[in-house]
């Protein structure tokens, strides 16, 4: 099983593959904290902006890592259900919902913390391309683009270093192309496909925003 180094390797690999396909008018937008360093290396390679898309994993009490739902915040807070899982771990709507509030603070930490007064960039017309570290579930980036439909842009590109076959294959519907190096089987979890799979601090999200801005 061959391993990317760091989120930084896989973003210059990802990136690669993103520079030959020419997308027009291109807004990255990351999933924090882990697909932000993998974001930054597309930035610097298209000279696109970098914003971010605020979404938590709503993971099943007994296994936090296993995602249920996700929530996306914004004016009108998208939850989407992983139903297969739910209804395995018997988690109905009203106990989604409520797990869902403990992360909505979560994310409200995060947006106060990394963006501040920092305007979003503007998504209507260009083209979307989403980021992450890696897709498991796919729980989070589902309900990643559900949200961003709604801003109207004129492309949808979903770019991850390694994701599941399956997962990948239910979201196809949602964007407009994929870009996924890797798609290992049997799939066991994002961090078996790096060696340095660390979490990636709040500083850093802080520190490459700021980044981006100064190449904007």
């Known amino acids: 099983m061959e391993q990317f180094a760091n989120r930084s390797v896989a973003g210059q690999a990802l990136a690669a593959a993103l520079s030959e396909k020419g997308y027009e008018d291109p807004v990255v937008l990351a999933l924090p904290r882990g697909g932000v360093p993998v974001a930054i290396e597309i930035v610097r390679a298209l000279k696109a902006p970098l914003d971010l898309i605020m979404v938590r ?11 249920a739902a996700a929530i996306v915040n914004g004016d009108d807070p998208q939850i989407v259900i992983n139903t297969e899982i739910a209804r395995a771990f018997n988690l109905t709507q009203e106990r989604i919902s409520q797990l869902a509030e403990q992360q909505l603070l979560e994310i409200q930490r995060r947006r106060r913390a990394y963006l501040g007064d920092r305007k979003s960039v503007p998504i209507q017309g260009r083209t979307a391309i989403v980021v992450d ?17 709604r801003r109207g842009p004129a492309r949808i590109v979903l770019a991850v270093p390694v994701a599941a076959r399956d997962s990948l294959a239910q979201l196809r519907g949602d964007v407009d192309d994929i870009v996924c190096l890797q798609m290992p089987e049997p799939f066991w979890a994002i961090g078996a496909h790096y060696v340095d799979f660390t979490q990636t601090p709040d500083s850093e999200v802080i520190r490459l925003l700021a980044e981006a801005d100064s190449l904007a």
């Open 57 to 67: 994993k709503i993971g099943v009490p007994s296994q936090p890592e296993l995602a």
């Open 133 to 149: 570290d890696g897709i498991a579930t796919g729980a989070t980036v589902r309900a990643s683009l559900k949200a961003l439909k």
